[in-house]
């Protein structure tokens, strides 16, 4: 079946650094979703991507997409202790439920 | 709107007990999923529902059930607790477009323990 993987898994930084996760997908994506979970909480749609190429910002965070709409980025630039979470990606593959990577979990050191 | 609501939010099960996990959503959402999360290993699929009388198996749903009689409800049910199934589970809901493909709501959670 469909595999979705992210990396790293685990990405420790100083406040003001910048951070990057990639997902990886095995097969081509209609689209690709980002979520982020704060430590004892449930997973919070960010956004979607479902362009080839796409690129989007939210604030300090960069989402990309593919060009071959198997694998995507997020990349947040000086990082704030509020990003403190794990950030999924998640990708249904023909019309089936969202298959999530195992998520990159970021630490903010202040 | 409350969104998804989960209960209960802690539960701790000898091994062998049954339970049903609640979950309601007020968004008038047709899709419906369950998912469980285990420390260091994403979210993985148990069963889903693209409307009421109608469920179908995810990645893991050996040891579960499903029922969905309304729109707002899609309770889950475990049969015979085992140790192995010590988890988060999570209920979240989508807009109904006519693929599985949208956005998700999720609920606060249920932290389960089998003993």
């Known amino acids: 079946g469909q595999q979705v993987m992210q990396i790293p898994q685990y990405q420790h930084v100083q406040e003001g650094e910048d951070f990057t996760t990639y997902c990886n997908s095995s097969?081509?994506?209609?689209?690709i979703q980002w979520y982020k979970q704060r430590p004892g909480g449930h997973p919070v749609f960010l956004i979607q991507?479902?362009?080839?190429?796409e690129v989007k910002k939210q604030k300090r965070l960069t989402f990309q997409f593919g060009e071959a709409k198997k694998n995507s980025s997020l990349h947040i630039t000086a990082t704030q202790t509020t990003d403190v979470g794990t950030y999924f990606c998640?990708?249904?593959?023909?019309?089936?439920?969202?298959?999530f990577g195992k998520g990159t979990r970021l630490s903010v050191i202040a | 709107n409350a969104g998804v609501t989960q209960t209960p939010k802690f539960r701790i099960l000898k091994i062998g007990q049954s339970m049903t996990l609640q979950c309601t959503q007020d968004?008038?959402?047709?899709?419906m999923y369950w998912y469980r999360q285990d420390p260091g290993m994403g979210l993985k699929l148990i069963y889903y529902?693209?409307?009421?009388?109608?469920?179908d198996k995810g990645e893991v749903p050996n040891g579960y059930n499903v029922s969905r009689s309304t729109t707002e409800d899609f309770p889950l049910r475990l049969e015979l607790a085992a140790p192995s199934q010590t988890s988060v589970y999570f209920c979240?809901?989508?807009?109904?477009?006519?693929?599985?493909?949208?956005?998700?709501?999720f609920g606060s959670g249920t932290q389960l323990s089998v003993l």
């Open positions: 097969t081509t994506l209609s689209n």
């Open positions: 998640a990708g249904p593959s023909g019309n089936t439920p969202l298959v």
């Open positions: 979240a809901s989508s807009y109904s477009t006519g693929h599985l493909a949208e956005k998700l709501f």
């Open positions: 968004m008038n959402h047709n899709y």
């Open positions: 529902s693209v409307g009421a009388g109608i469920t």
């Open positions: 991507l479902v362009k080839s190429g």
